[in-house]
């Protein structure tokens, strides 16, 4: 739960990222070129200090949903990738 940084790049992954709802209070969250799909959970980041700043990398997977609107109102959001998903 106390997880702040999950990097998991460019290995054969693949399945939900269901798993991710209880890491409320990652800052950074890398697992571009996996075959990850389904959505984002929504409590994602939820507890993230607004100094914080949060850097996601999800890009080259098979996500079909949209993002989680919790993310709109991020004003710690300083990146975000999300190009080559299904």
């Given amino acids: 739960e106390s997880l702040k940084y999950l990097v998991l ?49 999800i890009g080259d997977n098979k996500f079909t949903d949209v993002l989680p609107s919790s993310f709109a109102n991020m004003s710690n959001l300083v990146s975000l990738i999300g190009a080559k998903n299904s």
């Avoid at 939900?16 to 996996?34: A, G, Q």
Wanted: aromatic share 8%.
């Fill in 9 to 57: 790049e460019s290995n054969r992954f693949n399945g939900t990222v269901d798993v991710l709802e209880s890491m409320k209070k990652l800052t950074v969250l890398l697992i571009r070129s996996n075959s990850f799909s389904g959505a984002l959970p929504y409590a994602l980041f939820s507890e993230t200090s607004d100094n914080d700043n949060v850097a996601v990398d």
